[in-house]
């Protein structure tokens, strides 16, 4: 059976007009979607398998913090994180000029590579300060892959199955991420995260022979040329866009603040082991699965995106605050972390698919400036999540079982911010 396929030229627009505006491109050769769709599940299981080992590793780097002349920080991991994240701002901003000058298939490869090398280094080397610099290229390389696998989908999406092919595209990766905690589970045994960051190195194998051997016929668009300030005036000036970048940094400061500390607090402070984790986070993520594709198709034919916003963020407000102040989970119930955590991400999961079909469908692939300042949102929401975090733990004064409960608490007066958002979006059915 042939794979599905879907294709169409993008050329630069002629004409000033409003960032957003599509203009019609007829369908040229085929562009296997599938294949996009594999290389997404391979990157994504080997995203997710360092994601919710990274703060416990940096934990064991630095155990007693870190001592500067101006006193002791009690909580670097967030520093370094915030660290990592100020590279990925300023490595996404030379994306589009990359592009230009290898192209998005030779530039997709040079990030796989760089990314294997660097989880090579970490699972190798013990020095702290070494293992944090390499942390934090790594952090930084992340969003340079997602975006160079973005450009490949958007330049084969037609407008009108935008929904359609992103929730797919969405729920490939998000399967992976559903899988990625029952591996560590089956992994992690006495805190040996080297194994953990060598599994990762070699899922990334697959997706760069994908790219080299599927991709290398892709056909790039002519990318924008454009600054930072004049990509983020682009942005801003356009009221849909905008809104959908407040959207999309609110989802991202929640996916940081829970990746970060969700799993440190119920290592250390809960009392679960790292294979109960792993089923509590299986089962958390399932909503990202099974809700995706059918929220992106319900995007598509009948509900709008703005509806489905303003009741993903309730949600993620809701359980994010009973989290933090529910007395039945400060022990190490499964069954009630399952269910807790599951909540949340029913939410999450909605805002995620709701956002990127919102703004793809006003955007075109010409438009990689914009694409590549809005992929910006990850990491500014990575730079300030863990920032503000080390700065409430510093005022409360500790960091206790106590603290990391208000730490869920703050997050979920925070994705209030969202729905206040999504009330102002205009819908585009």
Avoid: C
């Avoid at 409003?18 to 594999?38: D, K, N, Q």
């Avoid at 670097?76 to 990592?84: D, K, L, Q, S």
């Avoid at 701002?89 to 040079?110: D, E, K, M, W």
């Amino acid at each position: 059976m042939e794979q599905p396929t879907v294709g169409k030229t993008i050329t630069a627009p002629t004409s000033k007009k409003e960032v957003g505006a599509v203009s019609p491109a007829p369908f040229l050769s085929p562009f296997p979607l599938i294949t996009v769709y594999i290389a997404s599940f391979f990157f994504s299981l080997h995203t997710a398998l360092t994601s919710y080992i990274d703060s416990s590793f940096l934990s064991t780097i630095f155990p007693g913090g870190i001592t500067t002349p101006w006193g002791t920080i009690h909580e670097p991991i967030g520093i370094i994180f915030a660290a990592g994240s100020l590279f990925m701002l300023i490595s996404l901003s030379y994306a589009p000029r990359i592009l230009r000058r290898l192209g998005n298939h030779n530039t997709t490869l040079a990030f796989i590579v760089t990314e294997i090398l660097l989880l090579a280094a970490m699972a190798h080397f013990k020095s702290a300060v070494f293992s944090a610099f390499i942390f934090a290229a790594h952090l930084a390389t992340l969003p340079l892959i997602r975006f160079s696998l973005d450009v490949f989908l958007e330049s084969a999406t037609p407008d009108s199955s935008t929904g359609t092919i992103r929730g797919i595209f969405l729920t490939a990766g998000n399967f992976a991420w559903v899988l990625a905690p029952l591996t560590i589970g089956f992994f992690l045994t006495d805190s040996d995260y080297w194994k953990i960051y060598i599994a990762a190195a070699a899922l990334m194998i697959p997706v760069w022979y994908l790219v080299a051997a599927k991709l290398h016929f892709f056909h790039d668009p002519q990318y924008e040329k454009s600054r930072f300030w004049r990509s983020a005036k682009a942005l801003m000036s356009n009221k849909r866009i905008r809104h959908v970048f407040i959207s999309d940094f609110l989802l991202w400061f929640f996916y940081a603040w829970m990746d970060i500390y969700m799993p440190l607090y119920l290592h250390t402070y809960v009392g679960f082991s790292w294979p109960e984790i792993g089923l509590i986070f299986s089962v958390m993520l399932l909503p990202f699965v099974i809700f995706q594709y059918p929220l992106g198709r319900l995007a598509d034919k009948s509900l709008g995106e703005k509806e489905l916003l303003i009741g993903g963020f309730l949600i993620m407000a809701v359980s994010s605050i009973l989290v933090g102040a529910s007395s039945t989970l400060t022990a190490p119930v499964i069954f009630a972390w399952m269910g807790a955590l599951f909540f949340t991400r029913i939410g999450a999961s909605t805002v995620e698919v709701m956002d990127e079909t919102y703004f793809f469908k006003n955007i075109d692939g010409t438009n990689s400036h914009i694409l590549s300042f809005h992929r910006n949102a990850g990491p500014l929401a990575l730079l300030i999540a863990p920032l503000t975090a080390s700065i409430i733990f510093e005022i409360r004064g500790g960091h206790t079982a106590i603290d990391f409960r208000f730490l869920f608490v703050f997050l979920g007066v925070v994705m209030l911010l969202g729905v206040w958002n999504a009330l102002l979006m205009e819908d585009t059915n």
